[in-house]
């Protein structure tokens, strides 16, 4: 007999309603969209992409009327379920993404996923985000053939590129960790933390500086605005009209329809 599949974060149990950080520290949410709503930002998803979306944009102007929505509440999908590592690089490999978008373009990426580590560090201790943060090194190792002959071909990128990703031998690696692996690629920025902690706080932080969250209000679909028509999120038992919109839904994008990893107007 197969046992029941438990759907609690793997960091913590599922906080009940009441106590949800953004609910326990202003009592912030207003439950479900109903009626129709307006605000000047609707954030779509209230994982780590959206919450640090609406942390910012309500940072760099306090004025905006933010509104957070999500399907459940603050870090329910893969933010509160999250591995915890905390690394560089994004997309494709390095020499994949030289040769799919450019030298110069897959630097630039490569940079930025860097720079990305560095601020959410900084993010952490702005915060006083009690989320476990530990700095360190990551290494991508491989002990197979395969494995050698794709690490060679990042590494001759890396260095083309001139960006400091050191190629480790099998006893570089064992210096640092007792395990059977023939080369590796080490990248120096990098961490581990609890994702569901560091939702939480921002999700606190958003609603003491004034952001209205919605739970438990799926988007059902949406209605494209065209510059001064605003665009309309349509939910269960609501809509919320927006001059901008950002969705932040991750594998909700596909049964919405929407492009998967795609940024549009």
């Not at 702005?126 to 060679?152: D, F, H, K, N, Y």
Request: glycine share 12%; aromatic share 4%.
């Amino acid at each position: 007999m197969t046992a029941p599949v438990r759907e609690e974060p793997c960091w913590a149990p599922d906080a009940s309603p009441e106590d949800r950080p953004h609910r326990a520290t202003t009592g912030a949410s207003s439950g479900r969209v109903t009626g129709g709503l307006t605000a000047d930002v609707a954030v779509v998803g209230a994982g780590l992409a959206g919450l640090s979306t609406a942390y910012h944009l309500i940072e760099r102007d306090p004025s905006l009327d933010v509104v957070v929505v999500d399907a459940r509440h603050p870090a329910a999908g893969a933010s509160g379920r999250g591995t915890g590592l905390l690394g560089p690089r994004v997309g494709p490999s390095i020499d994949r993404a030289a040769r799919r978008y450019g030298p110069s373009m897959a630097r630039d990426m490569y940079l930025a996923s860097v720079t990305a580590v560095e601020r959410v560090v900084a993010l952490t201790e702005e915060l006083g985000a009690p989320c476990g943060l530990r700095g360190g090194g990551q290494i991508v190792a491989t002990r197979t053939a395969s494995g050698l002959a794709s690490l060679a071909r990042q590494a001759r990128t890396y260095q083309a590129l001139g960006l400091d990703v050191p190629v480790l031998s099998a006893a570089d690696i064992r210096e640092r960790l007792d395990v059977p692996y023939h080369a590796g690629l080490f990248h120096r920025s990098a961490g581990t933390l609890d994702p569901a902690a560091l939702s939480g706080a921002l999700a606190a932080a958003c609603a003491a500086k004034g952001v209205r969250f919605h739970d438990d209000s799926p988007l059902r679909g949406l209605r494209p605005g065209d510059g001064g028509t605003p665009t309309e999120l349509l939910f269960p038992s609501g809509t919320l009209r927006a001059r901008k919109a950002v969705l932040a839904v991750n594998a909700a994008a596909g049964p919405l329809g929407l492009p998967v990893g795609t940024v549009l107007p």
